[in-house]
């Protein structure tokens, strides 16, 4: 068996644009192994990625030691360390408990009308113009737009919500930042911190009904309820709830536009919009790894893993294992049974609070895309660019061209159920967005 690569490869420009071939070089060589240029171990294929998720020798605990993180990032190591994403029962499930209702089925199917508008919106504005940059017109603010609604932040702080986001995103994706980058995302992380506990403790505007304002609200009443806790997971959401969420519009825009006839395929049979979700989730994910630290020492998949050491499971390279999905290179929106078994939501208790969210906008903006946008294509002006991380993929840019509207409006999409599975997609009449450091656990989980 030859000696992979190491997984750092992956932070250069040229391989992220032949990603999923890079990784399959690597699980080719070895679905489980050491890496000495990370310090981890690094796991492929989806047998082993999935078992190791769920497997009780392994934690999710990001940062067991605080004081070995660099001391400019403590201050942000200690705020993630309260979030659900980093921990193991019994603290995981009493934390995802506080909020999991504001992700119930139907509180979820209640934010449609809200996403229907938004995405008309901008599609709108965009439709004469016949160009956009998908990522800063669409992908970005929709997604920011809908998280904000569900925690009651008022329109004029979203900009301030989205700048303290990204230092914080850059942190978790990228240890290789320096100390003034450190420092930056420590500080956004604070700035955030104390507008959430003025934005959840204000008297003098009540908040708005049935959202996750007034279930923390109420919790914050609870003086058995750690305030510091409920603060920390709503910026957990309110910066994975629509960071990740960009990244999967932009990255299943381009997989569309990069495939014409699946594309086509889609604008004809609008019943394999749900399906489609799930192969274009599959197919390139916003979320690319999960961390996990051995409790103690432990065998997986014949390897011997030592306490302590980490195992980066690379969930983009586990969707793409042929053992698993049958030529996983191609867009497939009938292939059987994809939608249970892709890793992008990650796997067994750490699975995604928002899935259910993002499976709904990912619909509604795709067939906006679809059926609002004559003759949709790359601009060729500029080459796709991809954000500079392990942890998460996704485009800082995707310019697009398009046939210009020649009237002053272009017809609004139709509505998708409250379910979420795309209803069809025919126009409707208008209706009113890391490489790691030995033993700091630097990338996030899923």
Same mark, same amino acid.
């Given at each position: ?51 190791? *998720? ?11 030691? =605080? ?9 942000? *190591? ?11 029962? #019994? $603290? ?6 506080? =909020? ?14 809200? =996403? &229907? ?50 230092? &914080? ?40 009904? $049935? ?47 990069? $495939? #014409? $006839?699946? *594309? ?71 292939? *059987? ?26 619909a509604i903006v795709l067939e906006a895309l679809l059926t609002r946008l004559p003759d949709l294509r790359l601009d060729g002006s500029e080459p796709p660019r991809w954000q500079r991380s392990l942890n998460f993929r996704g485009l800082t840019r995707l310019d697009v061209a398009f046939t210009p509207a020649s009237g002053a409006h272009t017809g609004a999409m139709l509505a998708t159920p409250a379910d979420g599975a795309a209803s069809g997609l025919a126009p409707a009449p208008h209706v009113g967005g890391c490489p790691v450091r030995p033993g700091a656990g630097e990338v996030a989980g899923a």
């Open positions: 068996m030859s000696t992979p690569s190491s997984l750092l490869s992956a932070f250069r420009p040229k391989v992220q644009e032949r990603l999923y071939d890079f990784y399959e070089e690597l699980r080719s060589a070895d679905d489980l192994f050491w890496d000495r240029r990370t310090g981890a171990w690094i796991a492929t294929g989806h047998a082993v990625v999935s078992s190791a *998720a769920n497997h009780p020798g392994l934690s999710s605990v990001r940062y067991p030691d =605080i004081e070995a993180v660099p001391e400019e990032l403590r201050p942000l *190591a200690r705020v993630l360390s309260r979030q659900m994403l980093y921990n193991d029962a #019994p $603290d995981h499930p009493r934390l995802r408990a506080l =909020i999991s209702k504001a992700f119930a089925p139907r509180a979820v199917a209640a934010l449609r009308a809200r =996403i &229907v508008e938004a995405v008309d919106r901008i599609i709108t504005a965009a439709a004469p113009t016949g160009r956009m940059d998908i990522v800063a017109d669409l992908a970005r603010p929709l997604p920011l737009t809908i998280i904000c609604d569900l925690l009651d932040v008022p329109e004029a702080d979203r900009d301030a919500v989205a700048a303290w986001s990204e230092p &914080v995103a850059e942190a978790i994706g990228n240890s290789r930042l320096d100390a003034d980058r450190n420092r930056e995302a420590s500080q956004s992380m604070a700035d955030m911190l104390a507008y959430l506990r003025e934005l959840l403790t204000r008297q003098d505007t009540p908040p708005a009904p $049935d959202t996750l304002r007034a279930t923390v609200t109420a919790q914050a009443g609870n003086t058995d309820q750690d305030l510091d806790e409920l603060l920390a997971n709503c910026a957990l959401l309110l910066i994975a709830g629509h960071e990740t969420t960009t990244h999967f519009i932009g990255n299943a825009t381009l997989a569309l536009l990069r $495939d #014409p $006839d699946a *594309a086509d395929q889609l604008r004809r049979r609008p019943e394999l919009m749900p399906a489609a979700v799930e192969e274009l989730l599959r197919y390139d994910a916003p979320v690319q790894l999960m961390l996990r630290r051995a409790r103690h020492d432990l065998d997986l998949s014949g390897r011997r893993i030592g306490e302590g050491q980490t195992v980066l499971l690379v969930c983009g390279a586990a969707n793409r294992d042929p053992a698993v999905f049958p030529d996983p290179h191609v867009l497939d929106f009938e292939r *059987a049974g994809s939608g249970g078994r892709h890793l992008s939501f990650g796997h067994g208790p750490h699975f995604c609070l928002g899935a259910a969210l993002a499976r709904l906008e990912g």
